[in-house]
């Protein structure tokens, strides 16, 4: 597709308009070319993949836009809306195929890595204390359990949305945005915990599932989940109803807060009929390089109480006990339901990775699965209310295919010397099992 600079630049001030007008934002100065969207329009990194996805479906195609975003592996710091239009005038006029690097903020913040502290074992056991004890429901041993399950356990930042939107190609298997679910006894109580400005968003993914199995619309969604909250449904319960509206599919649960605690893993093979397992693994310089650029402690008061350590530490101890409450859990799994799987292998390979995959969930694998960016709605990559705010990685969005590039970029600012005795131990560890290809 081709396209003159200035149909383009109206289609992205359109965009931009209609971006400022659902932020309620206003401006003192008339949209222009010179507009900064950073300086004037102050837009944060989530507006800026918000605007992406919208320019996107304006033009009706993938654009790639993580190469304007990321100079020599380094985020831009601000960007007129001209040199978003210059951008991508080229792209359309003269597309590449691949990309190279992504961003999800625009202004990094990160500690020099001579001046990041090793974690140790006592560091380890302070983090420990910080995070939320979680009520385990009392286990009805009467009570029937779900049909099978499928549970993607790794911590944040391991690729984990991309390896539910491959998942989500395959027409044997349901896997929605993060569920949530498993952390809570009940639904109120679910509702309870996440309904803060910043954890509110984690409470779509049940949403849109409904809205894909039943056809409802969002407000027909909520209106369901507010009526099992006002009845205090069991998380189990809702589980069961979501699985209703499956037939034959497989569903696939990837939410990576579940990794936090052996307690909520215990509940999956509560509430479920021998569920299957997938641990996805990462190298922890990729996962805590990924954590430190995309903020993601502003999403931490959901999880912890407030850490005196700085965010690479917080990063790296959210690996480490990710991991090892994963390992330990498997201990108590049969192996045949237990598939580990790394996010390098993944990028690399995806084909390979994706039949292994299948054998080990006994379904047929399907093409569409190393395609992760067709067919938007029956993946559920769009949000509830709009387009562009599904939960999970956003910056899945920035991307326009599978890119092997992004599993090594950390090795331009990070080095295995930043990481405690405690995580090389359990690297070390986790590559024997998992046979990662060395980044
Ligand atoms: P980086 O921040 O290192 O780029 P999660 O979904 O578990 O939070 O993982 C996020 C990581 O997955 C991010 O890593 C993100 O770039 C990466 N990712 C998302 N889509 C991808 C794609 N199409 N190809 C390669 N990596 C992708």
Redesign the pocket.
């Known amino acids: 597709m081709t396209m003159e600079r200035s149909q383009v630049e109206s289609a992205i001030m359109e965009a931009v308009e209609e971006l400022l007008d659902a932020l309620d934002a206003e401006m003192d100065d008339e949209l222009s070319s010179a507009t900064m969207l950073v300086a004037d329009a102050e837009f944060s990194s989530i507006d800026f993949v918000q605007l992406i996805v919208l320019i996107e479906e304006k033009l009706g195609q993938k654009i790639g836009f993580q190469d304007m975003l990321m100079q020599d592996g380094q985020y831009v710091e601000d960007l007129s809306i001209g040199e978003v239009v210059d951008f991508t005038t080229q792209r359309l006029n003269a597309p590449v195929t691949a990309g190279t690097a ?1 961003a ?1 903020t625009v202004v990094a913040r990160q500690v020099p890595v001579e001046d990041r502290p090793v974690i140790t074992e006592a560091d380890v056991a302070a983090f420990t204390q910080l995070i939320k004890p979680r009520r385990i429901p009392a286990a009805d041993s009467g009570a029937a359990k779900n049909p099978r399950a499928v549970f993607i356990l ?1 911590p ?7 390896l539910r939107v491959m998942v989500a190609g395959n027409p044997s298997l349901f896997a929605p945005p993060e569920l949530h679910l498993l952390s809570y006894a009940t639904m109120d109580e679910r509702r309870a915990d996440l309904s803060s400005e910043h954890s509110e968003q984690l409470l779509d993914g049940a949403v849109r599932s409904l809205m894909q199995t039943r056809g409802w619309s969002g407000d027909q969604a909520r209106a369901f989940i507010a009526d099992c909250e006002a009845q205090k449904m069991g998380t189990g319960a809702f589980f069961g109803a979501l699985q209703e509206g499956l037939g034959e599919r497989l569903l696939v649960d990837k939410t ?1 807060t579940y990794a936090f605690s052996t307690d909520i893993l215990k509940q999956a093979e509560a509430c479920f009929d021998d569920p299957l397992y997938i641990h996805l693994v990462r190298h922890p310089c ?1 996962m805590v ?2 954590y430190e ?2 903020n993601l402690t502003r999403m931490m008061p959901l999880m912890m109480q407030s850490s005196q350590f700085s965010m690479s530490a917080v990063a790296e101890m959210i690996w480490l006990l990710s991991n090892r409450n994963i390992l330990e859990f498997s201990q108590s799994v049969p192996a045949q339901r237990w598939f580990s799987l790394s996010y390098e292998n993944i ?1 690399h390979d995806p084909e390979t990775q994706m039949t292994q995959l299948c054998e080990f969930l006994g379904v047929p694998y399907h093409p569409d699965m190393v395609n ?1 960016y067709s067919d938007k709605k029956s993946r559920m990559t769009d949000g509830v209310d709009s387009a562009s705010k599904m939960s ?2 956003v ?2 969005h920035l ?1 326009s ?3 092997p590039a ?1 599993a090594t ?2 090795k331009q600012f990070c080095s295995e010397e930043m990481l405690g005795q405690p995580t090389r131990e359990l690297t070390d560890q986790i590559d024997a099992q998992v046979a990662r290809i060395r980044v």
């Open positions: 992504v999800e790794s944040p930042r391991s690729g984990s949305t991309l990576p990729g390089r990924s650029e995309s990028v992760p999970g990685d910056k899945f991307h295919q599978i890119d992004a970029r950390w």
